[in-house]
């Protein structure tokens, strides 16, 4: 254990489950208190607050809660996000609308209510989560990597917007990660073991990302050892983004 993070305050939406969970265990390991946002929430949690950020009375309540209890904020986390799979043709405009609700409006809502707090900061920093999708064209993926699209250029605005009042932005782009939502996708494939070995093959390190991989990259952007940090997305994606290896053997 580490005290970067001592005193600080964060908030990690999708704090629940998954690499947000990864997330708050590795900020409260560095000496962070980290308040949990999420729509489902259970007694074993620690200063969890159940929100959904798909509407903003909820968020604004979450964040107004947290500040109180914990005497103010220091980080944000924007972690909160829904998959989709499918083509353009696959998703009607309900859909589209769904995804971009959570993953990009989501994201909006949360640091919105949080810019007060994060303005009287010493050590302000805002990590959206945001992924390989947004960088790299994947088969089936239209509606999420349309969202993680916008994420990736949303960081860029905030960044630029918020600079000057010391407010930190970057994001960080995992590839396939090993979550729940990706077991839920290979449990319903038809064959979950080729399934598991495509996706680990789809990245240049023959793996799956681990959500503690994911963790330890927010929690370098998040640091206030990273102050000339902001307006960058760090890859954690085993080289899927940039590399091109030869296939083995060759």
């Not at 997330?23 to 969890?48: C, K, P, Y």
């Not at 010493?122 to 992924?131: E, G, R």
């Not at 860029?156 to 839920?184: K, S, Y």
């Not at 070995?197 to 994911?214: F, I, S």
Request: charged residues 20%.
């Amino acid at each position: 254990m580490s005290d970067v993070f001592a005193g600080l305050k964060a908030v990690v939406t999708g704090g629940a489950s998954g690499i947000g969970a990864a997330i708050a265990q590795r900020l409260r390991e560095d000496g962070a208190r980290v308040a949990i946002f999420d729509r489902a929430i259970t007694d074993d949690l620690v200063d969890a607050y159940q929100v959904d950020v798909t509407d903003d009375a909820s968020v604004r309540a979450g964040v107004a809660a947290a500040a109180a209890d914990f005497g103010g904020l220091d980080i944000v986390v924007n972690n909160a996000g829904i998959g989709a799979q499918g083509t353009i043709e696959d998703g009607d405009d309900e859909e589209w609308h769904r995804v971009f609700d959570v993953n990009v409006v989501g994201a909006v809502r949360v640091s919105r209510a949080a810019l007060p707090f994060l303005r009287e900061s010493n050590a302000a920093a805002i990590v959206n989560t945001c992924s390989v999708a947004a960088t790299a064209g994947l088969p089936a993926r239209a509606i999420y990597g349309a969202t993680k699209g916008a994420v990736l250029s949303l960081t860029l605005q905030m960044a630029a917007d918020h600079l000057r009042e010391g407010i930190r932005v970057n994001c960080v782009n995992p590839g396939t990660a090993d979550t729940p939502w990706v077991g839920r996708l290979l449990d319903s494939a038809e064959d979950p073991a080729a399934e598991r070995a495509a996706l680990n093959a789809r990245q240049p390190h023959g793996r799956l990302v681990k959500a503690e991989e994911v963790a330890d990259a927010v929690a370098y952007l998040a640091s206030p050892r990273a102050g000339s940090t902001t307006g960058t997305s760090l890859a954690v994606d085993g080289g899927m983004q940039g590399l091109r290896l030869r296939p083995v053997g060759d």
